[in-house]
C-alpha cells in the first residue's frame, strides 16, 4: 500500500507564499510521475503542477510564474511553493503520484487526503 502526507496547507493574504509538500511512502520500486491537483467546490479537479522523470516540470497557464514545483534525490517527496498567491487560488489542493510497485511494472495513481489553501485578506 501506498500512502501521500501532505502538509503546508493554511490560510494567507493576498500576495503571500505558502510551501506544500507530499511525502509518498509504502511498497514501490519507482514513482515516475508526481504532482498537485487543487479542487473548488462544483468544479473539476485540475492539474497545478507536475514533474516526472522524463520532462521538466509542467504547470498550468494560471499558476506559471508564481508556483514552483520540485522533487527530492530520492523522488519520493515533492514540494509546491506558491507566490504570489490569489483568492482565486484558495482551493483543496491534492497530492498525486503514479507509481509502479514493481520496475517496467503497470502504474497505480495514488491521492493524498488534500490540503486546505485559503488565499484572503
Known amino acids: 500500500q501506498v500512502q501521500l502526507v501532505e502538509s503546508g496547507g493554511g490560510l494567507v493574504q493576498p500576495g503571500g507564499s505558502l510551501r506544500l509538500s507530499c511525502t509518498a511512502s509504502?511498497?514501490?520500486?519507482?514513482?515516475?510521475?508526481m504532482g498537485w491537483y487543487r479542487q473548488t467546490p462544483g468544479k473539476e479537479r485540475e492539474l497545478v503542477a507536475r514533474?516526472?522523470?522524463?520532462?521538466?516540470?509542467v504547470y498550468v497557464d494560471s499558476v506559471k510564474d508564481r508556483f514552483t514545483i520540485s522533487r527530492d534525490s530520492a523522488k519520493t517527496t515533492i514540494d509546491l511553493q506558491m507566490n504570489n498567491l490569489k483568492p482565486e487560488d484558495t482551493a483543496v489542493y491534492y497530492c498525486?503520484?503514479?507509481?509502479?510497485?514493481?520496475?517496467?511494472?503497470?502504474?497505480?495513481?495514488?491521492w493524498g487526503p488534500g490540503t486546505q489553501v485559503t488565499v484572503s485578506s
Open positions: 498525486c503520484a503514479d507509481v509502479q510497485r514493481e520496475r517496467n511494472g503497470p502504474t497505480y495513481q495514488y
Open positions: 514533474i516526472s522523470s522524463w520532462t521538466g516540470p
Open positions: 509504502g511498497g514501490f520500486a519507482t514513482i515516475p510521475v
